[in-house]
Protein backbone atom coordinates (compact mmCIF):
# COMPACT_ATOMS: atom_id res chain seq x y z
CA UNK A 1 0.00 0.00 0.00
CA UNK A 2 2.82 2.39 0.74
CA UNK A 3 4.09 1.38 -2.51
CA UNK A 4 0.36 2.55 -4.01
CA UNK A 5 0.23 5.60 -2.60
CA UNK A 6 3.88 6.91 -2.75
CA UNK A 7 3.97 10.23 -4.21
CA UNK A 8 7.05 10.62 -6.03
CA UNK A 9 8.71 8.88 -8.31
CA UNK A 10 12.37 8.32 -9.37
CA UNK A 11 13.24 7.44 -13.00
CA UNK A 12 16.51 7.03 -14.62
CA UNK A 13 15.24 9.34 -17.61
CA UNK A 14 15.79 12.53 -15.50
CA UNK A 15 18.45 12.10 -14.41
CA UNK A 16 22.54 13.73 -16.07
CA UNK A 17 25.47 12.60 -15.74
CA UNK A 18 28.92 15.06 -15.02
CA UNK A 19 31.49 13.32 -17.48
CA UNK A 20 35.11 14.64 -17.24
CA UNK A 21 36.84 14.80 -20.33
CA UNK A 22 40.48 14.86 -20.48
CA UNK A 23 43.62 14.87 -23.15
CA UNK A 24 45.34 11.23 -23.96
CA UNK A 25 43.94 7.98 -24.93
CA UNK A 26 43.18 4.88 -22.23
CA UNK A 27 42.87 7.55 -19.20
CA UNK A 28 40.48 6.94 -16.66
CA UNK A 29 41.47 8.93 -13.39
CA UNK A 30 39.44 8.71 -10.39
CA UNK A 31 39.03 12.44 -8.88
CA UNK A 32 39.95 11.86 -4.99
CA UNK A 33 37.14 14.30 -3.52
CA UNK A 34 34.58 12.11 -5.61
CA UNK A 35 35.07 8.42 -5.33
CA UNK A 36 33.55 6.48 -8.48
CA UNK A 37 34.20 9.44 -10.59
CA UNK A 38 36.57 9.72 -13.05
CA UNK A 39 38.86 12.40 -15.67
CA UNK A 40 38.93 10.28 -18.78
CA UNK A 41 40.05 10.25 -22.00
CA UNK A 42 37.61 10.67 -25.10
CA UNK A 43 37.54 6.92 -26.15
CA UNK A 44 36.65 5.72 -22.25
CA UNK A 45 33.94 8.80 -22.38
CA UNK A 46 32.32 6.72 -25.72
CA UNK A 47 32.55 3.52 -23.86
CA UNK A 48 30.55 4.97 -20.42
CA UNK A 49 27.93 6.99 -22.20
CA UNK A 50 27.21 3.39 -24.10
CA UNK A 51 26.81 2.33 -20.62
CA UNK A 52 24.70 5.14 -19.93
CA UNK A 53 22.94 5.04 -22.81
CA UNK A 54 21.57 0.97 -21.32
CA UNK A 55 21.16 2.23 -18.17
CA UNK A 56 18.27 4.20 -19.35
CA UNK A 57 20.06 7.09 -17.98
CA UNK A 58 18.44 10.60 -19.69
CA UNK A 59 21.57 11.78 -20.83
CA UNK A 60 25.36 13.45 -20.29
CA UNK A 61 26.69 16.77 -19.57
CA UNK A 62 30.19 17.16 -20.85
CA UNK A 63 32.86 19.15 -19.00
CA UNK A 64 36.37 19.47 -21.00
CA UNK A 65 40.20 19.87 -19.61
CA UNK A 66 41.50 20.82 -22.27
CA UNK A 67 45.44 20.25 -23.13
CA UNK A 68 45.97 23.81 -22.01
CA UNK A 69 45.53 26.97 -20.78
CA UNK A 70 45.24 30.75 -21.89
CA UNK A 71 43.73 34.19 -21.01
CA UNK A 72 41.51 33.81 -23.91
CA UNK A 73 39.84 30.96 -23.62
CA UNK A 74 40.99 29.38 -26.63
CA UNK A 75 40.09 25.86 -25.55
CA UNK A 76 36.91 26.34 -25.29
CA UNK A 77 36.00 27.27 -28.39
CA UNK A 78 37.72 25.79 -30.68
CA UNK A 79 37.04 23.11 -32.98
CA UNK A 80 39.10 20.48 -32.07
CA UNK A 81 38.70 20.87 -28.53
CA UNK A 82 38.05 18.75 -26.31
CA UNK A 83 34.66 18.46 -25.58
CA UNK A 84 34.24 18.90 -29.00
CA UNK A 85 36.26 16.21 -29.99
CA UNK A 86 34.13 14.13 -27.86
CA UNK A 87 30.88 15.42 -29.17
CA UNK A 88 31.89 14.17 -32.37
CA UNK A 89 33.12 10.75 -31.19
CA UNK A 90 30.38 10.00 -28.47
CA UNK A 91 27.86 10.89 -31.24
CA UNK A 92 29.28 8.10 -33.57
CA UNK A 93 28.89 5.33 -31.30
CA UNK A 94 26.04 6.45 -29.61
CA UNK A 95 23.87 8.61 -31.80
CA UNK A 96 20.52 8.77 -29.64
CA UNK A 97 22.17 9.72 -26.30
CA UNK A 98 20.86 13.19 -25.15
CA UNK A 99 24.04 15.48 -24.91
CA UNK A 100 24.30 18.41 -22.81
CA UNK A 101 27.57 20.24 -23.19
CA UNK A 102 28.49 23.02 -19.87
CA UNK A 103 29.44 26.12 -21.37
CA UNK A 104 32.11 28.45 -19.70
CA UNK A 105 35.43 29.63 -19.24
CA UNK A 106 36.71 28.59 -16.44
CA UNK A 107 38.45 25.31 -17.48
CA UNK A 108 39.83 26.98 -19.93
CA UNK A 109 41.22 30.16 -18.27
CA UNK A 110 44.72 30.14 -17.19
CA UNK A 111 43.46 32.41 -13.92
CA UNK A 112 40.47 29.92 -13.49
CA UNK A 113 37.93 32.99 -14.12
CA UNK A 114 34.49 32.01 -15.64
CA UNK A 115 35.25 35.06 -18.56
CA UNK A 116 38.01 37.74 -19.70
CA UNK A 117 39.53 39.72 -17.13
CA UNK A 118 40.49 43.11 -17.34
CA UNK A 119 41.58 45.25 -15.08
CA UNK A 120 41.32 42.14 -12.70
CA UNK A 121 38.12 41.56 -13.04
CA UNK A 122 35.46 39.75 -15.19
CA UNK A 123 34.44 41.90 -18.40
CA UNK A 124 30.52 40.22 -18.92
CA UNK A 125 30.13 41.37 -22.19
CA UNK A 126 33.73 39.97 -24.12
CA UNK A 127 32.68 37.14 -22.20
CA UNK A 128 29.62 36.88 -24.31
CA UNK A 129 30.81 36.91 -27.75
CA UNK A 130 33.37 33.38 -26.57
CA UNK A 131 30.69 31.97 -25.04
CA UNK A 132 28.25 32.32 -28.04
CA UNK A 133 31.16 30.88 -30.13
CA UNK A 134 31.77 27.57 -27.69
CA UNK A 135 27.76 26.91 -27.77
CA UNK A 136 27.93 27.04 -31.43
CA UNK A 137 31.16 25.14 -31.29
CA UNK A 138 29.24 22.56 -29.32
CA UNK A 139 26.31 22.72 -31.58
CA UNK A 140 28.26 21.95 -34.73
CA UNK A 141 30.03 19.20 -32.88
CA UNK A 142 26.54 17.75 -32.21
CA UNK A 143 25.50 18.85 -28.37
CA UNK A 144 21.45 18.83 -28.18
CA UNK A 145 21.33 20.98 -25.36
CA UNK A 146 24.07 23.78 -24.04
CA UNK A 147 24.25 24.71 -20.71
CA UNK A 148 25.43 28.11 -19.95
CA UNK A 149 26.72 28.14 -16.23
CA UNK A 150 29.05 31.29 -16.25
CA UNK A 151 26.73 33.35 -14.57
CA UNK A 152 27.58 36.59 -17.32
CA UNK A 153 24.54 39.29 -18.12
CA UNK A 154 22.82 38.33 -21.16
CA UNK A 155 24.50 35.16 -22.01
CA UNK A 156 21.33 33.81 -22.72
CA UNK A 157 20.15 35.77 -25.73
CA UNK A 158 23.72 36.06 -26.87
CA UNK A 159 23.69 32.26 -27.20
CA UNK A 160 20.49 32.31 -28.51
CA UNK A 161 20.83 34.73 -31.31
CA UNK A 162 24.21 33.06 -32.65
CA UNK A 163 22.66 29.27 -32.98
CA UNK A 164 19.88 31.29 -35.15
CA UNK A 165 21.87 33.11 -37.55
CA UNK A 166 23.70 29.87 -37.78
CA UNK A 167 20.87 27.56 -38.57
CA UNK A 168 21.21 25.72 -35.11
CA UNK A 169 17.34 26.56 -33.77
CA UNK A 170 16.50 23.52 -32.78
CA UNK A 171 19.86 22.97 -30.18
CA UNK A 172 17.70 23.60 -26.75
CA UNK A 173 19.31 26.06 -23.67
CA UNK A 174 19.47 24.65 -20.60
CA UNK A 175 20.34 28.44 -18.26
CA UNK A 176 21.99 27.93 -14.68
CA UNK A 177 19.60 30.28 -14.23
CA UNK A 178 20.29 30.57 -10.59
CA UNK A 179 23.77 29.90 -9.33
CA UNK A 180 24.66 30.70 -6.05
CA UNK A 181 28.34 31.14 -5.10
CA UNK A 182 28.72 28.19 -3.08
CA UNK A 183 30.94 25.93 -0.94
CA UNK A 184 29.54 22.99 -2.29
CA UNK A 185 31.88 22.99 -5.72
CA UNK A 186 35.00 22.50 -4.04
CA UNK A 187 35.28 19.22 -5.31
CA UNK A 188 34.28 19.82 -9.05
CA UNK A 189 36.71 22.44 -9.62
CA UNK A 190 39.62 19.45 -8.27
CA UNK A 191 38.21 17.43 -11.05
CA UNK A 192 38.18 20.02 -13.69
CA UNK A 193 40.81 22.03 -12.54
CA UNK A 194 39.60 25.09 -12.64
CA UNK A 195 39.86 26.80 -9.50
CA UNK A 196 40.31 30.93 -9.32
CA UNK A 197 43.93 31.70 -9.26
CA UNK A 198 42.57 34.95 -7.58
CA UNK A 199 39.76 36.24 -5.62
CA UNK A 200 36.87 34.15 -6.38
CA UNK A 201 33.39 34.04 -8.46
CA UNK A 202 31.08 36.04 -5.94
CA UNK A 203 31.24 38.66 -8.64
CA UNK A 204 29.40 36.92 -11.19
CA UNK A 205 27.82 33.74 -8.74
CA UNK A 206 24.27 34.68 -6.41
CA UNK A 207 24.43 35.66 -2.71
CA UNK A 208 23.01 32.20 -0.76
CA UNK A 209 20.75 34.65 0.94
CA UNK A 210 19.22 35.94 -2.12
CA UNK A 211 15.67 33.52 -2.61
CA UNK A 212 13.83 36.79 -4.67
CA UNK A 213 17.00 37.63 -6.70
CA UNK A 214 17.43 33.81 -7.87
CA UNK A 215 13.10 33.90 -9.08
CA UNK A 216 14.31 37.41 -11.07
CA UNK A 217 17.76 35.31 -12.40
CA UNK A 218 15.31 32.82 -13.73
CA UNK A 219 12.81 35.32 -15.16
CA UNK A 220 15.96 37.19 -17.50
CA UNK A 221 16.97 33.74 -18.94
CA UNK A 222 13.24 32.49 -20.12
CA UNK A 223 12.64 35.69 -21.70
CA UNK A 224 16.84 35.47 -23.39
CA UNK A 225 15.39 32.27 -24.82
CA UNK A 226 16.01 29.55 -22.26
CA UNK A 227 14.50 26.28 -22.80
CA UNK A 228 15.00 24.97 -19.30
CA UNK A 229 16.03 26.55 -16.28
CA UNK A 230 18.54 25.27 -13.41
CA UNK A 231 18.94 25.65 -9.82
CA UNK A 232 22.38 24.49 -8.45
CA UNK A 233 23.13 23.55 -5.83
CA UNK A 234 20.56 21.38 -5.03
CA UNK A 235 19.68 20.15 -1.49
CA UNK A 236 20.56 23.45 0.42
CA UNK A 237 17.73 25.58 -2.23
CA UNK A 238 14.39 22.90 -2.01
CA UNK A 239 12.83 25.77 -1.19
CA UNK A 240 14.13 27.66 -4.53
CA UNK A 241 13.38 24.77 -6.57
CA UNK A 242 9.83 24.84 -5.36
CA UNK A 243 9.28 28.49 -5.89
CA UNK A 244 10.46 28.26 -9.49
CA UNK A 245 8.17 25.01 -9.57
CA UNK A 246 5.14 27.20 -8.69
CA UNK A 247 6.19 30.27 -10.61
CA UNK A 248 7.73 29.36 -14.18
CA UNK A 249 5.76 26.65 -16.66
CA UNK A 250 9.33 25.03 -18.31
CA UNK A 251 10.90 22.10 -17.11
CA UNK A 252 13.36 22.20 -14.42
CA UNK A 253 16.48 20.75 -13.42
CA UNK A 254 18.58 20.93 -10.15
CA UNK A 255 22.23 19.89 -10.00
CA UNK A 256 23.22 17.78 -7.13
CA UNK A 257 27.07 19.34 -7.11
CA UNK A 258 30.28 17.93 -5.89
CA UNK A 259 30.10 18.87 -2.46
CA UNK A 260 26.91 17.27 -2.21
CA UNK A 261 28.14 14.65 -3.27
CA UNK A 262 31.25 14.32 -1.26
CA UNK A 263 29.93 14.68 1.73
CA UNK A 264 27.40 11.62 1.22
CA UNK A 265 30.49 10.07 0.05
CA UNK A 266 32.86 10.75 2.83
CA UNK A 267 30.01 10.00 5.95
CA UNK A 268 29.17 6.53 3.57
CA UNK A 269 33.27 5.35 3.54
CA UNK A 270 32.87 6.27 7.14
CA UNK A 271 30.16 3.86 8.32
CA UNK A 272 27.93 7.35 9.24
CA UNK A 273 25.37 6.84 6.60
CA UNK A 274 23.93 3.77 4.63
CA UNK A 275 24.70 4.32 0.98
CA UNK A 276 21.98 3.26 -1.00
CA UNK A 277 19.23 5.34 1.51
CA UNK A 278 21.29 8.42 1.45
CA UNK A 279 21.59 8.60 -2.27
CA UNK A 280 17.74 8.04 -3.08
CA UNK A 281 16.39 9.74 -0.32
CA UNK A 282 18.72 12.99 -1.65
CA UNK A 283 17.22 12.55 -5.08
CA UNK A 284 13.22 11.83 -3.92
CA UNK A 285 13.43 15.48 -2.27
CA UNK A 286 14.88 16.73 -5.09
CA UNK A 287 12.28 15.42 -7.30
CA UNK A 288 9.69 16.03 -4.72
CA UNK A 289 10.39 20.00 -4.15
CA UNK A 290 10.00 20.00 -8.23
CA UNK A 291 12.84 19.44 -9.96
CA UNK A 292 12.36 17.02 -13.19
CA UNK A 293 15.89 16.56 -14.44
CA UNK A 294 18.80 16.02 -11.63
CA UNK A 295 22.21 16.53 -12.53
CA UNK A 296 23.84 14.23 -10.50
CA UNK A 297 27.46 11.37 -10.24
CA UNK A 298 24.66 8.84 -8.38
CA UNK A 299 23.01 8.98 -11.89
CA UNK A 300 24.53 5.36 -12.40
CA UNK A 301 24.14 3.68 -9.22
CA UNK A 302 21.08 5.48 -8.69
CA UNK A 303 19.59 3.95 -12.04
CA UNK A 304 20.53 0.71 -11.86
CA UNK A 305 18.81 0.62 -8.05
CA UNK A 306 15.59 1.47 -9.73
CA UNK A 307 16.23 -1.55 -12.45
C1 LIG B 1 31.60 25.98 -14.24
C2 LIG B 1 30.87 25.03 -13.39
C3 LIG B 1 31.05 24.72 -12.02
C4 LIG B 1 30.17 23.68 -11.73
C5 LIG B 1 29.46 23.41 -12.88
N1 LIG B 1 29.89 24.27 -13.89
C6 LIG B 1 32.04 25.22 -11.05
C7 LIG B 1 32.02 26.61 -10.57
O1 LIG B 1 31.14 27.41 -10.88
O2 LIG B 1 32.98 26.93 -9.89
C8 LIG B 1 30.05 22.99 -10.40
C9 LIG B 1 29.50 21.60 -10.44
C10 LIG B 1 29.74 20.78 -9.23
O3 LIG B 1 30.23 21.26 -8.18
O4 LIG B 1 29.44 19.57 -9.29
N2 LIG B 1 31.44 27.32 -13.98
Known sequence: MRRLVRETRLDPAQFILPLFVCPGEGIKREIGSM????????????????????????????????????????????????????????????????????????????????????????????????????????????????????????????????????????????????????????????????TPQFGDRRSYQMDPANGREAMKEIAFDLEEGADMIMVKPALPYLDLICQARERFDVPIAAYQVSGEYSMIMAAVRNGWLEYERAMMETLTSITRAGAGIILTYFSKPAARLLG
Not at 96 to 108: P, Q
Not at 110 to 127: I, L, M, P, Q, Y
Open 35 to 194: PDNYQMSVDQVVKECAEVQSLGIGGVILFGLPEAKDEAASGAYGEDGIVQTALRAIRRETPKLLIVTDVCNCEYTSHGHCGFVKDGDVDNDTTLQWLAKTALSHARAGADIVAPSDMMDGRVGAIRQTLDANGFEKTAILAYAAKFASVFYGPFREAAES
